[in-house]
């Protein structure tokens, strides 16, 4: 059966993890493998792992199955094979040469210090929002150095499950985004759209540091005609300055021989709070107890936490 249909059924539930194999799993990336897990075993439906290693400098060799040891050590289970990005670059490149086609993406011959000339105006993610120079035609003497896709002048909105509606222009607040960089790698934007749509991923439980990037996957999915899934966006863990843990920040990385422990320190991050003396149990009674008592609705709405409680 056509994974795309049964995601379009009101009793499906598909979910996913995809942590991008930068470095090993650390506690932010826990916290979010185990908001998606438990909503999808709590809601009776399917979890899948899929490695998201398209931005290849960045992928860091034998991160992976390090990631995939670490999931198995605290007794994670997934439905079906890992999906690795990498793997699948022919099916980017179908959905770009749809775009190409359908007359939604152009070719943009811009470098970044061309772009800072250009414009000191900023996106809603920090860079610098796209001026739009090259999307009436390349100048004259100019090639193309990356693809980019047109967005309109208009509001998108969603109701994510855990922060509410969200609402974004994408012309004022994004810009006109890349798909395939200068580089030649495919942007996360169109990999993480093909591969939810092929997957039939109907519900993304992921970190809240991708709110501002859902905009932009839903303009994606409608002009690529596929289904846009649920959202729910957990609080990202912060260290004590407030930065997102990430390899940039240097966070440790989860050790699952802390076992019960530790998923327990990320539920009680989650809203949920496990009785005392689940955290020395076997990992099996604390999963059967998580699972029961999952309720995306006690999952704090905020967009950080530092282990300590400080939230922001």
Known sequence: MNPASLAGSPSFYRGRFAPSPTGPLHFGSLVAALGSYLDARASGGEWLVRIEDVDEPRTVPAAADGILR????????WDGEVLVQSRRLDHYHAALVRLQLDGDVYPCACSRSEIAAATSRKSVDGGLLYPGTCRAGLAEGKAARAWRLRVPDREFSFVDRIQ????????????DFVLLRADGQYAYQLAVVVDDAAQGVS????????????????????????ATPSYAHLPVVVNAVGEKLS?????????SAGG???LAAALQF??????????????????????????IGRVPAVRGIFPGGEVL
Do not use: M, Y
Request: glycine letters at 8%; hydrophobic letters at 45%; zero cysteines.
């Open 247 to 255: 390899k940039q920040t240097k966070a440790a990385a989860v050790d």
């Open 203 to 226: 519900a993304v439980v992921r970190g809240v540091d991708l709110l501002d990037s859902t905009a932009r996957q839903i303009w994606l999915q409608q002009r690529l005609g596929v």
């Open 164 to 175: 509410g509606e969200s609402r974004q222009n994408l012309e004022r607040e994004v810009g």
């Open 70 to 77: 670490t999931l198995e050590g605290f007794g994670f289970e």
């Open 260 to 262: 019960s422990a530790v």
């Open 270 to 295: 989650l809203g949920h709070p496990v009785p005392a003396e689940l955290h020395r149990a076997p990992v099996a009674d604390l999963w059967n107890w998580a699972i029961s008592a999952w309720s």
